[in-house]
């Protein structure tokens, strides 16, 4: 069992910068993929960004590559999503979730599959002025 309690969310402005953060509860968080997910009120959600086991690998959505990191800190349990020049379009609901290593291998066609996951945190509003 995993719990995640994400954090960092609020209010910017277009152009600014947030932190988001995602703090992972047991000893076993190297085991799992993290992921970044977001939900806009209306519409489904949809991928942002996942991490490798170790963070050698990352994966992003087209719509934030370039402006958006995906790290994690095993020693900390926790992963980050690091939002630079941040659009309006990007206010949603941001929600971290972990997807247990079966051995296949970290895949991008896999990665960016919200089935994929096994455990969610609870969510943190990110809302971007124009």
């Known amino acids: 069992q995993v719990e995640l309690v994400e954090s960092g969310g609020g209010l910017v402005h277009a152009g600014g910068s947030l932190r988001l953060s995602c703090a992972a509860s047991?000893?076993?968080?190297?085991?799992?993929?993290m992921g970044w997910f977001r939900q806009a009120p209306g519409k489904e959600r949809e991928f942002v960004a996942a991490?490798?086991?170790?963070?050698?690998?990352?994966y992003y959505a087209e719509s934030v590559k370039g402006r958006f990191t995906i790290t994690r800190d095993n020693g900390k349990n926790t992963v980050y999503l690091q939002m630079n020049s941040l659009k309006p379009e990007a206010t949603a609901v941001y929600y971290c979730?972990?997807?247990?290593?079966?051995?296949?291998?970290?895949?991008?066609?896999?990665?960016?599959?919200?089935?994929?996951?096994?455990?969610w945190g609870q969510g943190t509003q990110v809302t971007v002025s124009s």
């Open positions: 047991g000893r076993t968080f190297s085991s799992y993929f």
């Open positions: 979730a972990a997807d247990l290593d079966r051995g296949i291998g970290f895949r991008l066609n896999i990665a960016t599959m919200k089935e994929e996951y096994e455990y």
């Open positions: 991490i490798s086991r170790f963070g050698s690998t990352a």
